[in-house]
């Protein structure tokens, strides 16, 4: 009896190791799969100013998806880098693409294309009247981008006398910010207030990055700590008489 006991008991020892590295392999292969895959999908930059609070704050720590300026649409958060800007990364919100007319208020509402937009990351209190904008008509290929807070950023509307009426080329795009990482925020909220006028940027891969590596760590830990766990309850199962024959 004791020795088809022991035979079990190595059997089952043999499949709990198995399985623990098998959980150890994989627990790698997502744990750094998924900064790997957050590294090429991703980069991180930190906002110098308070021109997009309450959104992102002075010193927050963002992670903008490397995306084409041609996938930019309405309402999302960019980095881009422009000569005429100072040729320094900048963080701005797209109010208005290539074709689009954009003003100033309506009703203390910004209107694009003739529609009054609903701005809810505006500062609670601030109106979006609390910067005029002449009608201007974007041109093609071009963004028309606004800090959320209006009253002391500088953005479009302060470059309207330049070529391009203030405006950006898709070109100079390098990234459209999805989350808030220091402090930790999470990540930003799609703007629903310019769907009327057309889609908008559907969420990048961010959340799946960060499964992969939270799934990731949880394997290799659990499969590490299998082993001694595994042991120490073998030992609790084995009979004393065993245990005494033993000695």
């Known amino acids: 009896m004791s020795r088809t006991t022991d035979r079990t008991g190595e059997g089952h020892g043999r499949l709990g190791s198995t399985l623990s590295g098998l959980a150890v392999a994989l627990g790698c292969v997502l744990f750094l799969g ?23 704050g002075a010193g927050d720590r963002v ?30 919100r797209v109010v208005a693409v290539g074709g689009d007319t954009v003003a100033c208020c309506t009703d203390d509402k910004l209107t694009v294309n003739g ?16 910067k005029k904008i002449p009608t201007i008509k974007v041109p093609d290929g071009r963004l028309f981008v606004l800090g959320d807070e209006r009253s002391g950023s500088l953005d479009s509307t302060a470059h309207l006398t330049e070529a ?15 989350a808030v990482v220091w402090p930790m925020d999470g990540i930003l909220a ?13 969420p990048g891969p961010l959340r799946l990055v960060v499964a992969a590596v939270v799934a990731g760590a949880v394997l290799v830990l659990g499969g590490a700590a299998y082993g001694p766990i595994a042991k120490r309850a073998g030992r609790r199962g084995r009979p004393r008489t065993e245990l005494a024959g033993a000695r």
């Open 34 to 56: 998924g900064f790997v895959w957050g590294a090429i999908v991703y980069q991180p930059y930190t906002v110098p100013t308070e021109s997009m609070t309450p959104t992102i």
């Open 164 to 178: 391009g009426s203030g405006t950006v080329p898709r070109s100079a795009v390098k990234g459209r910010v999805d």
């Open 115 to 130: 529609k009054k937009i609903d701005e809810p990351y505006l500062p609670k209190g601030q109106a979006a009247e609390s």
């Open 190 to 202: 799609r703007p629903t207030g310019f769907e009327a006028l057309g889609g908008i940027s559907s």
């Open 63 to 92: 992670l903008a998806q490397r995306v084409d300026g041609g996938d930019v649409e309405r309402g999302d958060v960019v980095v881009f880098k422009e000569q005429a800007w100072g040729d320094m990364p900048m963080v701005k």
